[in-house]
T-cell receptor
Framework: AQSVAQPEDQVNVAEGNPLTVKCTYS??????LFWYVQYPNRGLQFLLK??????LVKGSYGFEAEFNKSQTSFHLKKPSALVSDSALYFC????????????FGAGTTVTVRA | AAGVIQSPRHLIKEKRETATLKCYPI?????VYWYQQGPGQDPQFLIS???????DKGSIPDRFSAQQFSDYHSELNMSSLELGDSALYFC???????????????FGSGTRLTVV
């Protein structure tokens, strides 16, 4: 069963508008949660992670994500999107156990139009 | 800062051939993970090594094998290649397997394998 769900295949926003990429998880307990970004023909770049503490996590390039335990969500947000934010975004989860591998969501393609 | 280095960047092989992908982790990282990302797919975990021993195994075909060497670099050996093996293969490294202490583990740029 998929541990991570990204319900939107694509998100389209205008430059300067807020950007939200949704992610929900189904791992029991409080997992470790991550966001990665992938540009065309490039590797996966780490954006941010939630381990513990403050539910609002700030990451690279002005992105942030909010961990919501009751909704089992970890949505990625950016207040003002840039054209250069256009990329493929992956949410990933790792259980709080000795299982160290990441399970990825299916990915969401973000397109920011000028 | 040094990153995870993967070689080659691109590889074209014919069916039934053999391929070897290499991964050089960030200096002092002792754990290596291999992932496979098919076209339009999310990355899938293949196998990992910690201190030169296999630490976990995912959906890795029996035709594939991997190992981690004394210098902590890792090689993924793929034999009897099939068209369906065409994918982007990522390597990631971390210090130990205690992931929370790391800055999310770091991925290499990947090796794009095309089987024709």
């Amino acid at each position: 069963a998929q541990s991570v769900a990204q319900p939107e295949d694509q998100v389209n926003v205008a430059e300067g508008n807020p950007l939200t990429v949704k992610c929900t998880y189904s791992v029991s307990g409080n997992p470790y949660l991550f966001w990665y970004v992938q540009y065309p023909n490039r590797g996966l770049q780490f954006l941010l992670k939630y381990i513990t503490g403050d539910n609002l996590v700030k990451g690279s390039y002005g992105f942030e994500a909010e961990f919501n335990k009751s909704q089992t969500s970890f949505h990625l947000k950016k207040p003002s999107a840039l054209v250069s934010d256009s990329a493929l975004y992956f949410c990933a989860v790792r259980p709080r156990s000795n299982d160290y591998k990441l399970s990825f969501g299916a990915g969401t393609t973000v397109t920011v139009r000028a | 800062a040094a990153g995870v280095i993967q070689s080659p960047r691109h590889l074209i092989k014919e069916k039934r051939e053999t391929a070897t992908l290499k991964c050089y982790p960030i200096p002092r990282h002792d754990t290596v993970y291999w992932y496979q990302q098919g076209p339009g797919q999310d990355p899938q975990f293949l196998i990992s090594f910690y201190e030169k021993m296999q630490s976990d195994k995912g959906s890795i075909p029996d035709r594939f094998s991997a190992q981690q060497f004394s210098d902590y670099h890792s090689e993924l050996n793929m034999s009897s290649l099939e068209l369906g093996d065409s994918a982007l293969y990522f390597c990631a490294s971390s210090l130990g397997t205690d992931l929370p202490t790391n800055y999310g583990y770091t991925f290499g740029s990947g090796t794009r394998l095309t089987v024709v």
